[in-house]
């Protein structure tokens, strides 16, 4: 009895054949909660894209639309006035404008990407006396408001003869941005050593390592500050409200000021002129990406 029930402890239970009619399948509610699920996702989306796009449309649609019916909810111009964007191209030189924003933008992006690219390397390869507390400092200077410095800014312009130019709205740039720098220095410390060292021992000079090997393999920091300072420099209406007076060299923001101050105020308000500057002005402008991040990048001179 006792060896029999060893033998049965021992033994492997006979394997019982599974029946397709007993193996559990999905049902047809979990398919329908898949499907409710996929259905709820497209209509947020499709929501959320109706939400975005509707000042868009709305602007285009009051913008052909005679003053009277400006601010109806309304999206289809009834009657269809074209001739609003007329009077505004013959009354503002967009194109003008337009190419003294791009102009403006690209000469600012390319100064403050070069500036502070070598500001950021010296940081970030160079061991020397007092590098903390001196990056420490320049990182200081991120917490320091515009607004403080933009009077004396404005009389150190003012005394150089350049306080009615375009100069003022990049040549800041040339010493670079306390956020970039920043940036920049965080990339280039990812960058191995070894690959400098050897250089060195091949003969190259600084100059060459920053030019040779630290730009190339930085190539997407630099894309990313070039961006983010076109778009700073490009929406940027506070410089051209101070140093412009010339008309010929408004930029996007300071002309549609100008338009605003023009056909936007006193009680018969042109808004739809307006609308149509706007409108147009968006058409022009080239499609940069709408960072929040671009809206906290510091401007004090480094």
């Known amino acids: 009895m006792a060896t029999s029930l060893g033998g049965s ?9 599974v029946r397709p009619e007993h193996v559990s399948r999905p049902g047809g509610s979990g ?12 209509l947020s989306i499709v929501g959320a894209t109706v ?10 649609s009051a913008s052909l639309k005679p003053r009277s019916q400006v601010f109806d909810n309304s999206l289809v111009p009834n009657p269809f006035a074209p001739e609003n964007y007329v009077t505004v191209w013959r009354a503002a030189p967009l194109v003008t404008w337009m190419i003294n924003s791009v102009v403006v933008g690209l000469v600012a992006a390319l100064a403050v990407t ?21 990056f420490a400092l320049v990182l200081a200077t991120m917490m320091l408001p515009g607004a403080v410095t933009m009077v004396p800014t ?11 130019t375009q100069v003022p709205l990049w040549a800041g740039n040339l010493f670079g941005s306390a956020f970039y720098i920043f940036l920049l220095r965080q990339f280039f410390l990812t960058v191995p050593r070894d690959l400098f060292e050897a250089a060195l021992i091949d003969g190259a000079s600084y100059l ?8 190339p393999l930085a190539k997407p920091a630099l894309v990313i500050v070039f961006v983010f300072e076109l778009r700073a420099s490009w929406t940027d209406l506070v410089k051209p409200l101070i140093y412009l007076r010339d008309p010929a060299l408004y930029t996007i923001p300071r002309g549609l000021k100008a338009v605003i101050d023009q056909f936007g105020k006193g009680g018969e308000s042109q808004w739809e002129v307006v609308l149509a500057a706007r409108t147009i002005s968006h058409w022009l402008s080239p499609p940069l990406p709408n960072w929040s991040i671009t809206a906290f990048r510091p401007r004090g001179i480094v």
Do not use: T
């Not at 398919?31 to 497209?42: A, C, T």
């Not at 939400?51 to 285009?60: A, E, I, M, S």
């Open 9 to 17: 402890r021992g033994a492997a239970a006979p394997a019982v054949p």
């Open 31 to 42: 398919r329908r909660r898949r499907l409710l699920i996929r259905g709820l996702w497209s």
């Open 51 to 60: 939400l975005l796009l509707y000042p868009f449309v709305w602007l285009v």
């Open 114 to 134: 070069a500036s502070s690219a070598l500001v950021a390397f010296g940081f970030a390869y160079f061991r020397f006396r007092w590098r903390g507390p001196l």
């Open 154 to 164: 404005y009389l150190i312009w003012n005394r150089l003869g350049l306080a009615s």
């Open 208 to 215: 060459r390592l920053f030019r040779s090997i630290a730009l």
